[in-house]
């Protein structure tokens, strides 16, 4: 057998049947509760200008410095494959002036983004997420709000695994001192040049490094949390006060960051630990000043981002079956030209009643049709013969029971349309 000429690039995989229909479903559960919850729809092109993610994302993170996919397009323009959603939808709130509108904004969106990693189970140079963002409100209720809403995805997946992290940040108020702290500490460790030119430009991304070595000489680090200005600490322990009343069990984590440059205050991310070192299947947090960083109004801000590869690699982990498609109703098998004329009409009646109706093509015999419509998972065979179109009629078998009965062809429809209660 000879082999493929072309292949998915290194880092990249396709979805094909039947895991991509369960991506889909898993996607469709990630968006139900903000559905629920009064969030709106948005979408945002793939690329946009690299400024965007070098002045949001952070110039020093491993996005922007490693990561990223930039290239100079044949008018000049240096734009950037989207490594993550938040700019992008902050870009397009500020450009279409929806935060001139009512407050707060509430938006979730899903598609690709695109890094450029060490390939490895459950880290891909090309992954799907969806993701939330409330604009134009700095209560604490919001960031609890979207913490229980992903609970809530993960929950309707059948997943129980799912850890929650927590921690602050802290703001302007808070920060300054906390990084000063830090870096004295940082700079009493024997670190590689790379990690020291990073104590000097955000000590907080050293935090981030997972190397075992580096996690070890943190162990005595100072914490944020013993940093909190009063307004902050506030803040937090609304948060954590209204995920206990909602009945969602967190655990306080003092050294969680992540590689975002703009995140302030709260922060969390959710951990699958079926899923080994990449354990994180969503996470997110405040971004209280990146509205202004990006030119724009102060517009606090808080979202999140759920990994939906992640999350079907966790369920796998779980032993949870993954989601099914919704598959056919009906399977037409009609045998002869003049069936198979008269049964396109009738498929197209069919589904534009709403009956999920597939039909056997290509001239199959009785034999491998009707083999084909048990494969379907259909629960009816509607089977047009010669004999049928001369008499007029139809016979629909049920397959589960292999009962059979003759149907007028005029009333096919109705009767399958009944008999499904599509319609």
Known sequence: MSQPTFRAPKGTFDLVPPRGDAILAVRDAMAAPLRAAGYGYIETPSFEQTALFARGVGESTDIVTKEMYSFTTRGGDDVTLRPEGTAPVLRAVLENGLHRGALPVKLWYSGSYYRYERPQKGRYRHFSQVGAEVLGSDDAAVDAELIVLAVDAYKALGLNDVRVLINSL???????????????????????????????????????????????????????????????????????????????????????????????????????????????????????????????????????????????????????????????????????????????????????????????????????????????????????????????????????????????LDEVVAQLAGRTGAG
Do not use: C
């Open 170 to 408: 802290g703001s302007h108020e808070s920060r300054p001192a906390y990084r000063d702290a830090l870096q004295r500490f940082l700079r009493g460790l024997d670190l590689d040049d790379e990690t020291a030119k990073r104590v000097e430009i955000n000590p907080l991304r050293v935090l981030d490094d997972k190397r075992p070595e580096i996690q070890k000489a943190l162990e005595d680090a100072p914490v944020v949390v013993d940093f909190l200005s009063e307004a902050d600490r506030a803040h937090h322990d609304k948060v954590r006060a209204l995920l206990t009343d909602a009945g969602i069990e967190y655990e306080d984590d003092p050294r969680l960051v992540r590689g975002l440059d703009y995140y302030t205050r709260t922060l969390f991310e959710f951990v699958h630990d079926g899923l080994g070192s990449q354990s994180a299947v969503g996470g997110g947090g405040r971004y209280d000043g990146l509205s202004e960083l990006l030119g724009g109004p102060r517009l606090p801000g808080v979202g999140w981002a759920l990994g939906a590869d992640r999350t079907l690699l966790a369920m796998e982990a779980e032993g949870l079956a993954l989601p099914e498609p919704p598959g056919v109703t009906v399977y037409v098998v009609p045998l002869g030209e003049a069936a198979e004329r008269r049964a396109f009409g009738l498929v197209t009646q069919l589904r534009r009643t709403g009956v999920a109706t597939d039909v056997a093509l290509g001239g199959r015999g009785l034999k491998g049709a009707m083999k084909a419509a048990d494969r379907s998972g259909a629960r009816y065979a509607l089977i047009l013969g010669e004999r049928d179109l001369a008499g007029g009629v139809a016979q629909i078998k049920e397959l589960a029971t292999g009962e059979q009965s003759a149907v007028n």
